[in-house]
Each structure stands twice: as C-alpha cells, then as structure tokens.
C-alpha cells in the first residue's frame, strides 16, 4: 500500500515510520516510554486494529506494533516467510532493530501465536495476552482444505486483485465484518474497507493463510515461563472460546477469560477493557 496516498489519515500516524529489517520493509508504529509492549495484529488487520488501544498503553510503556509481512504498509521481501515460525523469527529481528525486548507480547487472533512461538524461540518469563487467540487447528476436512485451497489462490497472480476489486465494489469486507460477531464504529469499517481494496494487502492474507499452522505450538505452551492469559469474546464467530480454555489449561500459568458480550474484534469494541487486560489481571 502507498503511504503517501493511502495513510494521510491512519491511526496514530505520528507514531508511524519504515523500518527496514530483513527480508521485509516494515512499517511501525513506536509510541511512549517505560516497559515494552509488542502489539500483534491478526491475519487480514492491520496497525489500525490496536488503534484506541495503543495510546491508552503508551501512557507508561513503550508500545510497539506494526504491519505483519503483506500486510497494510509492510512491504513483504519474501513469499516464503509467512509461516508462523518465520513470522515469529522475522518479529524478532525486527524487534533487535529497534532495540526493544518486549516485557509484554499482546496479540490478536493470529498474532497471539506469533507472540506464544517469539515466546517460545526466545524464553525470558514474558507475560503473554492473547485475545480470541487462534491456538487451535481446524477440524475435519478443514485442517487441509483451507491451507489448500488459500495456497493455490495466492500462487495465482491475477487473484489478490481480483479479490480486492470485488470485495472493494460489492462492500464484502462490511460482511466479513459482520461475520465475527463484532460491531465496530464506522471509522473502523472504513479502515477495513481500504485494507481489502489493496492486492498487496489481500496477497499477504492469502500468503498468511497458505502457510500458517498453528501445530509447532503444542509442545511450546507447556514450556511457557511466564503468566499466560487469553481472553475471549462470548459473542466470538471466528475462534471458539474453548480454543483458549484448552490453551490456557496446557500452560504452567495460564488463565482463560471473558470479556463478555463482545465478538472476534474484541479489542476493538472495548479498547479500555483490552488495555487493562494487557497491563494486569482483572480483579
């Protein structure tokens, strides 16, 4: 995506600057002092995702998030490096540019596995939140034809663009949207609606998609050192709630939670409530 044309407007766009770290030209968002946060989107989102929830941390810590590889202003250097561990490793060597080690890994959907595998690449006690984390593998027939079938749109060249026109010209992503159970404000959808409208950003969804499995992970959350916890919407559509209840009773200290009446968009519904749970534990 084109900054210059497309990000005039982007959440938190004074905390904002390109960071180049092999294989990828990132863009991140670097904001406040104090302890470290790393803040990871999920699949499809994008920086705009933690936009209410990134300068209510900023208040006493340095918070880091950015576009994950093909996605929203991330330039992605390599097709080969969307897989969960070469994410994790490439979060990493990002981090090591900016010479930040996160006390906090925060993460959305599929940025909650990128946070548990950096975890578990480099173990140093951190705390860990996830939230509607994307733990598990799919059932049945899904566990192959998802991966399949996203890694043969994505070797085509004409389908990111194809997608992005159409879900661009018919308001698809106000359906997907819809589809996790969560209600943003307008502002929100609009962010959205430019993300899905750009064939970079749709390739690196599909690239995302084609390589990701979340199986290296099993033996990684019983080794988890530090307070492990996932929060969850009851409203959720996306992941089960009982994705995280599973996940948080394989680690040492781990503890599943509701934020209630909330869907897959969680933390963009109730920032404030995503915010304390980053920070502590609810009473």
Not at 19 to 25: A, L, M, Y
Not at 29 to 39: C, E, I, R
Not at 188 to 216: C, D, I, K, N
């Amino acid at each position: 995506m084109d900054w210059d044309r497309q990000g005039t407007d982007w959440p938190n766009r004074d905390a904002s600057r390109f960071v180049e770290s092999r294989p990828h030209r990132w863009h991140v968002q670097d904001a406040g002092s104090g302890p470290a946060v790393l803040l990871i989107h999920g699949t499809g989102a994008a920086t705009h995702s933690w936009r209410d929830v990134l300068p209510l941390l900023a208040r006493g810590h340095r918070v880091v998030a950015m576009d994950l590889p093909g996605h929203g202003f991330t330039a992605m250097g390599s097709r080969r490096r969307s897989s969960l561990p070469a994410m994790a490793e490439d979060v990493w060597s990002l981090c090591d540019a900016l010479e930040v080690d996160p006390a906090i890994l925060a993460g959305h959907s599929a940025g909650a596995a990128i946070a548990v595998a950096m975890e578990g690449a480099r173990p140093a006690g951190r705390r860990i939140v996830g939230i509607n984390a994307a733990l598990g593998t799919f059932d049945g027939p899904a566990a192959w034809l998802f991966p399949s079938m996203a890694r043969g749109l994505a070797a085509m060249p004409f389908v990111p663009r194809a997608v992005a026109a159409t879900l661009g010209a018919t308001g698809g992503s106000d359906q997907l949207l819809r589809s996790t159970g969560s209600r943003i404000d307008a502002p929100g959808r609009a962010f959205y609606r430019r993300l899905v409208a750009a064939p970079s950003h749709v390739e690196g969804a599909l690239e995302m998609m084609a390589q990701w499995s979340t199986r290296s992970l099993s033996d990684t959350l019983p080794r988890l050192g530090g307070p492990v916890r996932l929060a969850t919407g009851d409203l959720d559509r996306a992941v089960p709630p009982r994705v995280s209840a599973e996940a948080a009773a394989r680690c040492p200290d781990g503890r599943a939670l509701s934020m209630g009446p909330l869907g897959h968009l969680a933390h963009e519904e109730a920032p404030e409530a995503a915010a304390a749970l980053i920070l502590s534990d609810p009473a």
